[in-house]
């Protein structure tokens, strides 16, 4: 069964890990960017070795987003920015190929032990069945 992996994040996580302390985090220093980039690549590195691993990205700052609507007539909106509804948005992923959701429910433990400076705000592990993959026994 294939499942998708999310961590999450604000606008403030992003300008934290990049040096600006701000009300809901702490500035991140290089050593504690080593040691979360350290963590991932050991986890992702024992991830591909066991070929549960599909995929693993890291997604950019919500500043760079771009969200695409249409108005009432139908025509595009384009918005550049951070959506100000969403607090918390996707920071970054894993698909996975795992035996169970047992399985996948201990490497999302894992990545909770990912190491963050004392005071960072700290965020649920989101799993999710990928529909439809060949072997989706639903």
Same mark, same amino acid.
């Given at each position: 069964?294939?499942?998708?992996?999310?961590?999450?994040?604000?606008?403030?996580?992003? $300008?934290?890990?990049?040096?600006k302390a701000n009300a809901t985090s702490p500035s991140w220093s290089e050593k504690d960017l080593q040691a979360m980039f350290g963590f991932m690549g050991?986890?992702?590195?024992?991830?591909?070795?066991?070929?549960?691993?599909?995929?693993?990205?890291?997604?950019? $700052?919500?500043?760079?987003?771009?969200?695409?609507?249409?108005?009432?007539?139908?025509?595009?909106?384009?918005?550049?920015?951070?959506?100000?509804?969403?607090?918390?948005?996707?920071?970054?992923?894993?698909?996975?190929?795992?035996?169970?959701?047992?399985?996948?429910? $201990?490497?999302?433990?894992?990545?909770?032990?990912?190491?963050?400076?004392?005071?960072?705000?700290?965020?649920?592990?989101?799993?999710?069945?990928?529909?439809?993959?060949?072997?989706?026994?639903?």
């Amino acid at each position: 069964m294939k499942y998708l992996v999310m961590v999450q994040g604000t606008q403030a996580d992003y $300008e934290a890990q990049s040096g600006k302390a701000n009300a809901t985090s702490p500035s991140w220093s290089e050593k504690d960017l080593q040691a979360m980039f350290g963590f991932m690549g050991a986890l992702n590195d024992d991830l591909a070795e066991s070929g549960e691993l599909v995929d693993a990205q890291g997604l950019a $700052e919500p500043a760079r987003t771009r969200l695409v609507g249409v108005d009432k007539d139908g025509r595009p909106v384009i918005t550049d920015g951070p959506y100000g509804e969403t607090k918390e948005v996707l920071a970054g992923f894993w698909v996975l190929d795992c035996a169970s959701l047992d399985r996948v429910t $201990e490497i999302a433990n894992r990545i909770q032990q990912c190491p963050v400076p004392e005071g960072a705000p700290l965020y649920p592990v989101v799993i999710r069945p990928i529909m439809g993959a060949p072997d989706d026994a639903s």
